[in-house]
């Protein structure tokens, strides 16, 4: 396994796309460096964009976490999330003016609004509520007491033929250095083996969110797949979602894959990134 630096491979590129947890931030809030590599990709007329399965808030609250620790190089601009992907297929395919039931924080209604839908928390969806739904909507592991909502959640999904979005399809997330907790992609994956259900997922490693991500940054200059680079600690979303793209990738070990654990993961998986390094700022 042969681990290169950071800033020897990404001159090679005119666009980098990043994971974030695990690549730009972690639990105790950003990683050491992160606001002088972006200044530095700025000297060198790298553009860079942020692709996270996080759809718990609009693009402009999600970039207001880095505004809020001083990297001002990050805007809403420059973030691609599940979210935005979600919010096009609810804008293509449910009728305008439709109720969207939705499970998780009241900041990811912003979605629901893009897409002229109107939004309705799980908790309070009752079955006089089922002929005017468009759709249902899994944002978040958060914001609803767990197990009476999940339950409620179940019995909407039953009960009606509406398509089920998952707008993460991660199935764990870390809260600490040793310990994770279920994403709302676990959560999907019960539901959607109870409910004998097929659900729709975006996010990585779906090519739609690089597709979208690609398109953002070609506005701002041409540029082909060769010349773009992918940022990950994951194999099955960041590393596998690129591959598939068809761009190179980096593989950090400063997030989910750990160093000793790095090559039998890749091994197991048959899951192999373009470069490995230890993190962005080594």
Do not use: W
Not at 28 to 47: F, R
Not at 88 to 111: C, D, M, Q, W
Not at 176 to 188: D, F, I, P, T
């Amino acid at each position: 396994m042969h681990i290169k630096t950071f800033k020897e491979l990404v001159t090679q590129y005119k666009v980098v796309f990043f994971d974030a947890y695990g690549v730009l931030k972690n639990h105790s809030g950003m990683m050491n460096g992160v606001k002088e590599l972006l200044a530095y990709l700025k000297q060198k007329n790298i553009d860079f964009y942020i692709i996270t399965n996080d759809a718990s808030g609009s693009p402009t609250l999600l970039s207001k976490y880095y505004s809020d620790r001083g990297i001002d190089l990050i805007g809403s601009a420059n973030m691609v999330s599940s979210g935005m992907m979600s919010m096009r297929f609810l804008k293509e395919n449910v009728h305008p003016g439709s109720l969207v039931a939705y499970l998780g924080r009241i900041t990811s209604e912003f979605y629901i609004k893009e897409a002229d839908l109107v939004p309705i928390r799980m908790e309070t969806v009752k079955p006089n509520d089922y002929p005017k739904l468009g759709a249902i909507v899994l944002f978040d592991d958060a914001g609803y007491d767990f197990q009476p909502t999940i339950n409620k959640t179940l019995n909407v999904i039953r009960g009606t033929d509406v398509p089920v979005v998952v707008a993460n399809p991660d199935l764990v997330y870390p809260v600490n250095e040793s310990e994770s907790a279920l994403a709302v992609g676990s959560v999907a994956n019960m539901l959607e083996t109870v409910a004998n259900r097929k659900f729709f997922r975006f996010g990585k490693p779906d090519p739609s969110v690089f597709e979208l991500a690609f398109e953002m940054a070609n506005k701002q200059r041409k540029i082909s797949k060769r010349e773009v680079l992918m940022v990950g600690d994951t194999l099955d979303t960041d590393i596998l979602g690129g591959n598939n793209f068809g761009v190179d990738t980096i593989l950090v070990l400063s997030g989910s894959t750990l160093k000793n654990q790095a090559q039998k993961m890749m091994d197991d998986k048959q899951i192999s990134p373009t470069y490995i390094c230890n993190s962005v700022v080594d």
